[in-house]
């Protein structure tokens, strides 16, 4: 059966450090990968998608960045966070365009 | 008019009550339809897909109306354990681009 792992689950950094979300899904072959991003109360934002190994889309202009460096593996990246960047930052991954399934979530915190 | 809206709520409910939400879709291109639940603080899990003839697990009941361009999702009996939010996600097409959530209804179930 098919898992997705996220880490780390909490993370508090200050503003202008650098951040790295990984996320990994095991039991599938050539999955959609997705990052989403929940602010306090609010519905799910897309970030970024992508259908393969180095085919990445932004939904959202931001400081952010996604790569996919194998075929179940994305990360999330910032340079330089913002306070704005506090959220709960969700992976989910699919096939093709059907059900999305999500992983446990990275709550951050900026401060 | 938002892609994909949701009475926020919050719905209350006594136990045992049947419940039942709505969600409006702008796109009657759309193809694919589901019901997610997010219990506070975790990541959304899937409920149910909504197929055209409406379908029905348990004591959740889904159903599409393309004319009117809604899903709706009905519990019947319903238990506290029901208590969360309900997201309805509709895909615009094929492509992992057009997922589009919904902000979600609250629902919280009371003894």
């Known amino acids: 059966s098919q898992t997705i792992h996220q880490w780390p689950a909490t993370l508090v950094q200050p503003v202008g450090s650098p951040l790295s979300l990984e996320c990994t899904v095991e039991?599938?072959?050539?999955?959609?990968l997705y990052w989403y991003r929940q602010a306090a109360g609010r519905g799910l934002q897309l970030l970024f998608y992508?259908?393969?190994?180095?085919?990445i889309s932004s939904e959202v202009p931001q400081n952010l960045s996604a790569s996919r460096p194998q075929d179940r593996q994305f990360i999330l990246s910032s340079k330089k966070l913002l306070l704005s960047d506090s959220g709960f930052y969700l992976c989910?991954?699919?096939?093709?365009?059907?059900?999305?399934?999500f992983g446990p979530g990275t709550r951050l915190t900026v401060t | 008019r938002k892609e994909v809206e949701q009475d926020p709520g919050p719905f209350n409910v006594p136990e045992g009550a049947t419940v039942a939400f709505n969600c409006t879709y702008s796109?009657?291109?759309?193809?694919?339809f589901f019901w997610y639940r997010q219990d506070c603080r975790k990541e959304p899990k899937l409920l149910m897909s909504v197929y055209s003839s409406g379908n029905e697990d348990g004591r959740f009941t889904a159903q599409l109306n393309r004319a009117s361009q809604y899903i709706s999702l009905l519990i019947r009996d319903s238990k506290l354990s029901d208590s969360a939010t309900y997201l309805c996600?509709?895909?615009?097409?094929?492509?992992?681009?057009?997922?589009?959530f919904g902000s979600g209804t609250r629902l919280s179930i009371r003894p």
């Open positions: 996600v509709v895909n615009g097409d094929s492509s992992a681009s057009k997922i589009i």
């Open positions: 989910a991954w699919s096939i093709e365009g059907d059900e999305q399934y």
């Open positions: 796109n009657s291109a759309s193809q694919s």
């Open positions: 039991g599938t072959s050539n999955p959609n």
């Open positions: 992508s259908i393969g190994i180095d085919q």
